[in-house]
């Protein structure tokens, strides 16, 4: 047989086959290839995201070397922790430089593999990213909320067109060629030969680009960014080739500030070196040498020299959110006659100056860095938002002077009352005052208390009225240089009725029904159980001062009110449980339901960002009545305890599950409440095991949102072995991480002793202050304000005694 009669024998068998076979079969076998194709095709495309992502991560930071030193303590800060990780329990915070509270925060914004021109992280920077945009001067750091990315500066070695840089044209670095330190960051980019380098001044970024020899050096402004894509508009530039200077403007409507129109941002920037070029655009039109632009779009490319040596460009830009002219005054004021290494110097002493409140001794070098860190997170947030002249717009739209202050914006108080505020009180009294008097402030431009200002506007993020809570505590302890009284019958307004229909703030959603049923009834009030036990701390709060006031009445009547999250403790379930307005309680109820995990919010529709079971310990302020309301103290603590030992030890992953959760801001002080029922060994073993499990020195080390120190707070808190009860004078006791620890405070320093100290000693068998010996697990703020010394005894195993807490 010839190979032609083969080949024919051959089609004819598979004509014969196919006739044979049903079309359907066909068209099913067809598909089955095809999905396998596609399987195999996303399998691969998954397997090589992975292995890129594990390739970013495992580059450390650290073979890039420059002159710059951190200072003593600023070596052991280090700014990649929680800039990492799964992107929806990320910690969210940034590397770049800025001052404690400064306006600017200078910084890197990476492209995610998946999605460009954004980070999956809301700072703008994800440590899972090897591609930069460029560097931005404002951001939120460590919220789930996007807000910032102002003028973008983005360095290349040639003239660029907007369209190719606006479509997403980013530039490759590698984390081991990139440093970071209070107040200084730096990194490399190969793709261009240059080394880019950062620091900052409250109101100032300046840049430091050291480009290759024989380049042609470029730095693209882009007036319109904003971070992860979001809305910008009114964009405006001149450029000032004599004064080396480009000015402008912009709006932008980022997650809080597009909830009341926008922010108007104004900067001025200044450079080294004289323009060889200049092209303004405008979308995608390039206007060779033309001085102005306004509209949408709006950005220019800038030109310097080429040379034969490393040629050093070298911007400052100021910004203000008042007007060009106090931009270019902040920059006359903080960087105009300075060089790059003397800002770097000034930025370094200040946060010196902060790490320096807490001094400790002993611990490994891992958790030195923690703490250190953890110090310097509580210091990024919130915003000094006057300029230096004292100028800032105001929450009524128009420009006020703060004489006797500094005006603070980018309060997340929803999450740092908890943590943050306590701790500014107890170390930084000066700045929590400014804070304090910039809500009151706020009240008097805007017309209420916020929950959650950002810029010159109510956010309405979140639940509740925490203002109440952190003036009441600031109040508490000693710090009274502001109009309580003011501040306090705006509390006692909202409290008592609801805001205006129309209002900037939303007040305290369903208080009417919070008052007529003594608690949120499901189906009236949104979210009914978190807010009532929101309102009930906030209420428990305004007791205490109108206490401390004089207003008797007021107290006797908001102590009741405090009480009124009693009313949705299901006794059967014993639960916090949603109970409608006939007083029934809702079912089916499902308490190991995350609300995060509940598609179309069927079932924990009544809580916030947790479970019914993480909402179950959320009424610290009452402890002892809330330990009351369960079958017995026994019970209690079991059940506490199972909440710990059934928690993930590793950091939250997929799903931070539905026990103990470290990155859930309603169960933060739960370890505390073991106290309360006479078992601070397990508060003290709990405290000390989130201390070693819930934070490390990697990329990834938070348990979720830092929510602007909130986290790092806590870990600020329970490594001094101490923590607040927010809106009361109190402290729990706990156990000290360290050795030794020097807290300085307005007079003398707390001195913070751990006798018999060993890592594996977490016991505390016995305390005293000031060589007193305490027969309770707790203390107030007036006994440690003024300094002493706070001893723990250490031991391997739990203390037998059982302390009574009241």
């Not at 480009?211 to 693209?220: I, V």
């Not at 307004?493 to 008052?515: D, H, I, N, W």
């Not at 529709?605 to 909402?615: C, F, H, I, N, R």
């Not at 310990?617 to 030992?645: C, H, Q, T």
Request: with cysteine.
């Amino acid at each position: 047989m010839t190979g032609d009669d083969s080949k024919k024998r051959a089609s004819a068998v598979e004509e014969t086959i196919r006739k044979e076979t049903p079309w359907w079969k066909r068209i099913l076998k067809f598909a089955l290839w095809s999905v396998l194709a596609m399987v195999v095709s996303c399998a691969v495309f998954i397997g090589a995201l992975v292995f890129k992502h594990h390739r970013i991560v495992g580059a450390k930071p650290g073979r890039l070397q420059t002159k710059v030193q951190p200072g003593e303590l600023g070596r052991w800060v280090n700014p990649f922790i929680g800039t990492g990780g799964i992107p929806w329990v990320c910690g969210h915070n940034f590397p770049g430089a800025m001052v404690p509270f400064g306006m600017v925060r200078l910084g890197p914004e990476t492209t995610s593999m998946l999605i460009r021109k954004r980070a999956l992280n809301t700072s703008g920077y994800y440590y899972g990213d090897d591609q930069i945009l460029g560097f931005s001067h404002t951001r939120l750091n460590g919220t789930g909320a996007t807000d910032g990315g102002h003028f973008l500066v983005v360095p290349t070695v040639e003239a660029d067109q907007p369209g190719t840089y606006r479509k997403g044209q980013t530039t490759s670095f590698s984390h081991s060629e990139e440093l970071a330190s209070p107040g200084y960051y730096a990194v490399k980019l190969p793709n261009i030969g240059t080394l880019v380098e950062l620091t900052a001044t409250p109101r100032v970024g300046i840049h430091r680009y050291t480009f290759s020899p024989g380049s042609s050096p470029h730095l693209l402004v882009d007036v319109m960014n904003a971070l992860s894509g979001k809305k910008s508009r009114e964009g405006k530039l001149q450029v000032r080739p004599e004064a080396k200077e480009v000015e402008g403007s912009v709006r932008t409507f980022g997650t809080f500030s597009g909830r009341y129109g926008g922010i108007k941002v104004y900067f001025v920037a200044r450079f080294s070196q004289p323009f060889a070029t200049f092209n303004t655009w405008q979308n995608d039109k390039v206007f060779p040498n033309q001085l102005t632009a306004e509209g949408e779009g709006v950005g220019i490319d800038l030109g310097f020299a080429a040379t034969n040596t490393p040629q050093v460009v070298t911007l400052i830009l100021a910004i203000s959110y008042v007007s060009v002219e106090n931009a270019r005054a902040n920059l006359e004021s903080e960087a105009g006659a300075k060089d790059f290494d003397q800002v770097l110097a000034e930025a370094q002493r200040a946060w010196e100056d902060k790490l320096a409140l807490v001094k400790i001794q002993g611990g490994t070098e891992k958790q030195r860095t923690i703490f250190y860190t953890a110090l310097f997170r509580v210091f990024q947030m919130p915003t000094v938002f006057n300029d230096a002249n004292g100028e800032y717009l105001g929450f009524d739209r128009k420009v006020h002077q703060a004489s006797d202050f500094q005006y603070f914006t980018d309060l997340s108080i929803w999450d740092t009352f908890r943590t943050v505020h306590p701790l500014y009180t107890l170390i930084a009294p000066q700045d929590q005052r400014d804070m304090v008097v910039s809500l009151v402030k706020m009240l008097e431009q805007g017309g209420w208390l916020p929950r959650w200002p950002s810029g010159h506007g109510y956010s309405n993020s979140m639940l509740g009225t925490p203002a109440d809570i952190v003036i009441a505590d600031t109040y508490l302890k000693g710090i009274r240089d502001f109009d309580v009284e003011l501040a306090y019958q705006a509390m006692r307004r909202t409290a008592l009725a609801p805001t205006p229909p129309g209002s900037a703030f939303s007040g305290r959603q369903g208080v009417e029904s919070y008052l007529q049923y003594g608690y949120c009834p499901a189906g009236l009030v949104e979210r009914s159980v978190s807010r009532t036990l929101e309102f009930a701390w906030a209420d428990d709060a305004i007791s205490r001062l109108a206490e401390s006031l004089g207003h008797h009445e007021d107290a006797t009547l908001f102590r009741e009110h405090s009480q009124f999250y009693r009313n949705l403790w299901n006794p059967n379930t014993q639960y916090f449980q949603p109970r409608d307005a006939q007083g029934k309680f809702v079912e089916p109820f499902k308490p190991l339901l995350l609300t995060y995990m509940d598609r179309g919010d069927k079932f924990t529709k009544d809580y916030v960002e947790g479970s019914a079971l993480q909402w179950r310990w959320a009424a610290p302020f009452d402890a002892e009545g809330m330990i009351s309301l369960f079958k017995s103290r026994e019970y209690f603590v079991e059940e506490l305890d199972n909440f710990f030992a059934k928690s993930d030890p590793a950091m939250a992953t997929w799903s931070p599950g539905s026990y103990y959760w470290h990155g859930n801001e309603p169960d933060l002080p739960a370890a505390y409440l073991f106290n309360n029922a006479g078992r601070p060994d397990l508060t003290q073993k709990w405290a000390r095991w989130i201390l070693d499990h819930k934070y490390s020195d990697g990329y990834d080390g938070l348990d979720g949102n830092d929510d602007a120190g909130t986290l790092s707070a806590w870990y600020v808190f329970s490594a001094l072995g101490f923590y607040p009860i927010a809106g009361s004078d109190k402290y729990q006791l706990g156990t000290p991480l360290f050795e030794r620890t020097e807290v300085k405070l307005k007079n003398n320093p707390l001195v913070i002793v751990a006798e018999n100290y060993a890592p594996n000693y977490p016991y505390v068998n016995k305390v005293w202050l000031n060589d007193v010996p305490l027969d309770r697990t707790w203390i107030r703020h007036a006994e440690i304000e003024a300094g002493g010394t706070l001893r723990f005894a250490m031991s391997a195993e739990p203390a037998t005694l059982r302390l009574p807490n009241n």
